[in-house]
């Protein structure tokens, strides 16, 4: 099966730039989606088709996907970003979602 | 305004069945495919399967294929999640999502909290 790499954990101060990659066998080949979940609610598309932004999405958000990593970097940061990013990619006719990473903004 | 509602919270016992659901509205349902989420206690997002809910084509998990059956009834723009014996280890909240046209999950539901316990 189709692996996606993500590190557990990121922190950022308020302002600073927030940057949280996904790791997975030739990822540039594929498209890659972003998702922010908050605790308690369901997730939200953040980015899409490697660095598409639904409309909504603050453009502090952005993607990038190249060679084996794929990476959602969020500008000025803010307290209410604050929440768990998955990535996620198709392995055919399989999705593939990445571990997750938690971003603390502190 | 795309929505996708689900069924409200289920407790049962291991053995036993459980159908969930998931209607959408607001949008032409049978266009889009609607894929099921687990997420378990204190844990992650997986990726269940899908059905095109025009024709029923479905495709799943290796993980979980013959476990879990999904389907749907495009009369009533909803799709369903069904066990036939519920485990112990079913305990998860589900979520439904509907797949865009770049294969980018673009709507969820509010998820339902599945818990199986004796």
């Known amino acids: 099966s189709y692996d996606l790499t993500q590190p557990p954990s990121v922190s950022v101060s308020p302002g600073q730039t927030a940057s949280i990659t996904c790791s997975g066998d030739k990822l540039g080949d594929v498209f890659v989606s972003w998702y922010q979940q908050r605790p308690g609610q369901s997730p939200l598309l953040v980015i899409y088709h490697d660095a598409k932004r639904p409309s909504g999405i603050p453009e502090r958000f952005s993607g990038s996907n190249s060679g084996n990593t794929a990476t959602l970097t969020i500008s000025e940061t803010q307290a209410m970003d604050e929440a768990d990013y998955y990535c996620q990619a198709w392995d055919s006719s399989t999705a593939v979602f990445g571990g997750g990473t938690k971003l603390t903004v502190l | 305004e795309v929505q996708l509602v689900q069924s409200g919270a289920e407790v049962k016992k291991p053995g036993e069945s459980l159908r969930i659901s998931c209607k959408g509205s607001?949008?032409?349902?049978?266009?889009?495919?609607i894929t099921w989420v687990r997420q378990m206690p204190g844990k992650g997002l997986e990726w269940m399967g899908r059905i095109d809910p025009s024709d029923s084509n479905s495709n799943y998990s290796p993980s979980l294929q013959g476990h879990v059956t999904i389907s749907a009834d495009k009369s009533i723009d909803t799709a369903y999640l069904h066990w036939s014996s519920l485990q112990a280890s079913d305990t998860a909240i589900y979520f439904c999502a509907r797949q865009g046209y770049n294969q980018q999950f673009d709507s969820w539901g509010q998820g339902t909290l599945v818990t199986v316990s004796s």
């Open positions: 607001g949008y032409r349902f049978p266009r889009y495919w």
